[in-house]
């Protein structure tokens, strides 16, 4: 019965163990995909009007996506890189999932 239990134990911690590495990894993979994507909006809607934001020293345009409520679909948008709205994503799919 002492092996079993300690195979058990042994088994649980292993477990946990490869969870918690899972899990940090993921985690570390969802923020560096956040912080490779500047100009992302905090919150992401996609039922405003398409807003390419305003040029600025500081700011640099770059292509983004944003969904087109009346053709009800997503389309290219030539970010300005600052100011905007919230319907702008930085992947194709990641508008169309959003907003499809």
Known sequence: IY???TRLRTVVMRFIYITTV??????TLVAAQDSSCPGKP???LCLKPMNVGTRGRSCRPRQMWYFN????KCERLKYLGCGGNENRFCTLS???N???
């Not at 899972?22 to 985690?27: D, E, G, S, Y």
Request: glycine share 4%; hydrophobic share 35%; aromatic share 0%.
């Open 98 to 100: 959003s907003c499809i």
């Open 69 to 72: 409520e009346r053709a009800q």
């Open 42 to 44: 905090p919150t992401q």
């Open 3 to 5: 092996n079993s239990v």
């Open 22 to 27: 899972v899990l940090l990894l993921l985690t």
């Open 94 to 96: 990641g508008c169309q």
